[in-house]
């Protein structure tokens, strides 16, 4: 059974930095195959896990929407279109959503991406979709139940009022949810006693369980100063240990 895991959380709050990190774990840890979908409209996944985009499903849409080659339907048209996009790497692959939707309606195009989604699914144990606030995304792709929420924010008292708000959108979406935790991103260390009251504060009051603290990171910022891959990352980095032990954590109950 194919497992989905969403990253969310408002711009700035280390989404993107989480998903690459979650994928160095899922690689280390050998849970794969595996799909990471891009669905953030600002999409840099691929740079910091060293990847190059040719193709993203917001051009396939908008190619849906014009003629297609002869003898071939629609969703045939998307699923070998999809699969052209697929970046694949070994133990996992990476499909980018691409620029929001211009105008006209997508409508038979986002049916077309969730047969395709359906199809695609049973390749893989995880896919993990990196979000952006919203997880309008999700619907598209017809992933309505996550296994797994993971909600960014970073050390601040809007970040976690912006954290459980997001949180609390999942309802009238129609999402199930089995598993949501709270992520608090480049926090210092120690953890301030403010901090941590308004952390503790924000899990009491919503759905969601304290994931883990990721302190800030140095060897994580000269990483994307250098513009080398997470995946290429020092074993010996502080925060991989501390992530690791997140993750460990998350993900207890799963089987490799």
Do not use: W
Not at 47 to 75: F, M
Not at 158 to 185: D, H, Y
Not at 223 to 231: A, F, I, K, N
């Amino acid at each position: 059974m194919t497992k989905v895991i969403a990253m969310a959380g408002k711009g700035g709050t280390g989404k993107t930095t989480t998903s690459a990190l979650l994928t160095r774990y899922l690689l280390t840890r050998k849970k794969t195959p595996f799909l990471l979908v891009d669905a953030d409209s600002n999409a840099n996944l691929n740079e910091l896990l060293g990847l190059d985009v040719n193709l993203t499903l917001g051009q396939i849409r908008k190619e849906l929407k014009g003629e297609l080659p002869p003898n071939v339907t629609r969703d045939q048209f998307m699923e070998m279109k999809i699969h052209q996009a697929l970046i694949e790497e070994s133990g996992f692959d990476l499909l980018v959503m691409g620029q929001p939707d211009g105008p006209g309606c997508y409508c038979a195009a986002n049916q077309y991406l969730a047969m395709t989604m359906d199809k695609l699914a049973s390749n893989y144990k995880y896919i993990i979709v990196d979000n952006e606030a919203g997880m309008e995304h999700l619907s598209r792709m017809n992933l309505r139940t996550i296994d797994y929420l993971l909600v960014t924010s970073d050390p601040s008292a809007r970040g976690l009022l912006t954290a459980r708000r997001i949180a609390e959108i999942t309802k009238p979406l129609g999402l199930e949810i089995k598993k949501q935790c709270l992520l608090v991103n480049r926090a210092p260390q120690p953890v301030p006693p403010a901090l941590q009251e308004k952390i503790n504060e924000t899990v009491d009051e919503s759905d969601m369980e304290l994931g883990g603290i990721i302190p800030s990171s140095d060897a994580l910022i000269n990483q994307e100063l250098t513009g080398d891959s997470y995946l290429d990352l020092d074993d010996s980095a502080d925060v991989l240990a501390t992530v690791t032990s997140i993750f460990d954590s998350i993900f207890a109950n799963e089987t490799v």
